[in-house]
């Protein structure tokens, strides 16, 4: 059984038959599943916020690890750094027999100061030098062992405020939006109303969309389902997410759970009635954490290889990774033989003419010297026979009377 399927795009008719038996390509995803689990994943995600946000708390629920110590209270000194920093810890994790390398990049120092017009320069930079670092491998000799240290996600965190975006939170997301995948979350969510919760995001959604500010969008691929459409649907929807985070346990209705106590009752973490925690997890590395690698990969990471590139002068060849038609292909290779045929025939025939013109003027050259000498050996000739005719006069006109001539009169001679 066979259908024709006629590429609009391509002009390609790509035909798709029904295999009679088991061949066994089927297995292809198993393969490419083992040989992940055994070589491991890598994921590098950076938090920026103000200090006191609960960042480190976050990333440790996340994580379900003490991948941050617990924090002791330091005092201004002289001695604090009055710039952004940026620092990262690397942990390797496991969870049923998968690897994980997690990096997690900090931003400490972000929006605590009084001027915080370029907190977000040394965050940028610091993304794009791991762009310029991983760029600087792909020109290598020898590109068998990649490090692949690029951001590929940024949570950031916005203050709980119930009112909108501060300009600080615009800036940063303006300046970033194009070279990270950015996650808003609104952080310490529990100090807020539900109402109040629904309202803030709603403002947090007109200013980004004001901004034409560019935040991280679950694909859509033609084969989901409809489950998985509706669960990234109702994920999407949680944008930007109201979490809470805690690595505390307490004991609820006789169960044990995550979360942070309060005199009117316990906010649980993991409760999806209580705050969007589930959500952001479940997005962050149960369902998309292959998806924003390959975006950074695909699209962020090319567009500023593109731009760093056609900076330096290096250009683009439009026939490299050109489809091809391969009728057309012969075609054009065949006309380009003729020419150069052609043109080889040409150069022949000019060549043949230049020797044969050359030929000619030898010849017409000998000919007239060839008459010069005639004409003079003539002349010659012709002067030596005035000579020898004038020669000849003149020994006639000398010549003595022959006897009959000079026989005088009056004499005879007898018999």
């Not at 310490?188 to 991280?216: P, S």
């Not at 993991?270 to 705050?275: F, I, K, Q």
């Not at 998806?291 to 590139?309: A, H, S, W």
Request: net charge negative; charged share 30%; with cysteine.
């Amino acid at each position: 059984m066979t259908d024709q399927n006629n590429g609009a795009s391509s002009g390609i008719t790509v035909v798709r038959k029904k295999l009679l038996g088991y061949v066994g390509f089927a297995n292809l995803p198993n393969q490419v599943h083992r040989k992940s689990v055994k070589k491991g994943f890598e994921f590098t995600a950076m938090v920026v916020g103000e200090s006191g946000l609960g960042k480190s708390t976050l990333v440790n629920t996340l994580f379900n690890t003490q991948l941050y110590p617990p924090k002791e209270n330091v005092e201004l000194t002289h001695e604090t750094p009055q710039t952004v920093e940026v620092q990262s810890i690397t942990s390797d994790i496991e969870e049923n027999g998968v690897k994980l390398r997690l990096t997690v990049v900090d931003t400490p120092g972000f929006g605590d100061f009084v001027n915080n017009e370029e907190s977000w320069k040394p965050i940028l930079d610091s993304i794009e030098s791991r762009f310029d670092a991983y760029l600087e491998q792909e020109n290598r000799v020898n590109r068998r062992k990649l490090v692949d240290n690029r951001i590929h996600a940024c949570i950031y965190f916005i203050t709980p405020t119930g009112h909108a975006l501060k300009p600080l939170d615009i800036e940063f997301m303006r300046r970033l939006h194009t070279r990270v995948n950015l996650i808003p979350v609104i952080a310490k969510a529990d100090t807020l109303t539900e109402e109040e919760v629904a309202a803030f995001k709603e403002r947090i959604l007109a200013d980004i969309n004001y901004h034409n500010i560019q935040i991280y969008q679950a694909p859509a691929y033609e084969y989901d389902d409809e489950e998985t459409i509706a669960e990234n649907r109702e994920i999407m929807s949680k944008i930007p997410f109201a979490v809470v985070g805690s690595d505390k346990e307490f004991e609820v209705e006789g169960r044990r759970v995550r979360g942070r106590s309060y005199p009117w009752g316990v906010i649980e973490v993991d409760n999806e009635d209580h705050c969007d925690f589930v959500k952001l997890r479940q997005m962050l590395i149960r369902t998309h954490m292959e998806e924003l690698k390959e975006y950074t990969n695909d699209v962020l990471y090319e567009n500023y290889r593109t731009e760093k590139l056609s900076a330096m002068g290096i250009q683009q060849d439009p026939t490299v990774f050109k489809e091809v038609n391969p009728v057309q292909k012969m075609e054009e290779e065949r006309m380009a033989h003729e020419q150069k045929l052609s043109k080889m025939e040409a150069e022949m025939k000019a060549v043949f003419q230049a020797k044969v013109q050359e030929k000619e003027a030898k010849l017409k050259s000998s000919e007239e010297e060839l008459y010069a000498r005639h004409k003079e050996m003539k002349e010659a000739l012709d002067k030596q026979r005035l000579d020898l005719e004038e020669k000849k006069r003149r020994m006639e006109s000398g010549r003595p009377m022959t006897p009959e001539k000079t026989k005088k009169k009056g004499f005879s001679f007898n018999k």
